[in-house]
């Protein structure tokens, strides 16, 4: 099974209305000890406002419309520690945005959590990437080499797994499947794909709830990239297998069919360096976050909020699927 996602948190936000709009059509402003707000011409031909709010714990850094719902973009950092930084519409998460929990450590490793991609009503909706990685807690250590990571890339249907990438990189290996999920994360595809990097092996066939059932297996020589062998293996419940073919038995038209797709299957997982893709993606947001989102101030400043409204969007602009399918499938 894929590895779970943490939900997402929401709060609203809760102002007096009338009290404030009185005050701005009297000063052009409200501004008290934890809240400004005025009035902002940024959205052409709708009546929008510029917020900065602290209560406690609780912050919001952006737009919100005439009837004061978050609408636009924004920062909300959450009690519970969580922040988003993307786009509102009727005061809930959608288009393109980005969710990270706060991160944890733990004997000497830092654990973190981060999803980007597209959002419909609060949920995860369309492409995205959800990233867990492991590195050590030590910033001077940090590197690809010494991370541990797992994502999802692709589809996402009504915030769970739909079609897509899972990957995982542990210490000295990588594994990677391609194919659609169940509604509750399981493997399930009559042509799903898995491929382990230090085996070389790809497997080709039916995965019903993450286990393998029939398929060809396909062994690579990791030096010229060839085929070695190929054989066709059925399994039964308990895994046993039922049925072994030879390459030498194997329908030659298909067995021919069959090394060419997953020959550039294989090529194009490793060509395109998706683990490091990934990782230096999650490294560049983090950087962009500590650099542009950490002191924003909306309320007054011209200058900056425009551009994290620029960055914003280049974010959404970006080839966050890393898809496999238009790479390998529409030759």
Known sequence: MAKEMKEEVDMKIFLDKEKILGEISKNGQYVTDDIKIRKWEGAEGTESYLVELAKGNIKYNGVINKRFERDGYGIHRFSNGDKYFGFFRDDQRNFNGIYYWPSE?????????????????????????????????????????????????????????????????????????????????????????????????????????????????????????????????????????????????????????????????????????YFGQLYQKVKDITKFVDENLGDVKVFNDNEKFPIMIKLAVAYARDNINIDISEKVFEE
Not at 125 to 153: C, H, M, Q
Not at 171 to 179: A, I, P, V
Request: aromatic share 16%; proline share 1%.
């Open 105 to 273: 450590e733990k004997n000497g490793r830092l654990y973190s959590e981060i999803y980007y991609g597209f959002w419909k009503n609060n949920n995860r909706e369309s492409n995205g990437i959800y990233l867990w990685l492991d590195e050590p807690s030590n910033e001077k250590d940090r590197n690809f080499d010494n991370t541990r990571l797992e994502a999802y890339v692709g589809n996402f249907e009504n915030n769970t797994y739909s079609i897509g990438t899972f990957l995982q990189k542990t210490d000295d290996d990588y594994f990677l499947y391609y194919g659609k999920f169940t509604p509750d994360g399981h493997k399930n595809d009559d042509n799903g794909f898995f491929y382990s990097s230090n085996a070389d092996k790809l497997f080709h066939g039916k995965i019903i709830n993450d286990e393998i059932k029939e398929g060809y297996v396909f062994c690579f020589d990791s030096d010229s990239g060839t085929i070695e062998t190929v054989v066709y293996v059925s399994f039964d419940e308990k895994m046993d297998i039922t049925n072994f073919i030879l390459e030498k038995d194997l329908d030659q038209d298909q067995k021919e069919k069959e090394s060419k797709l997953c020959s550039r299957f294989r090529d194009v997982i490793l060509g395109e360096d």
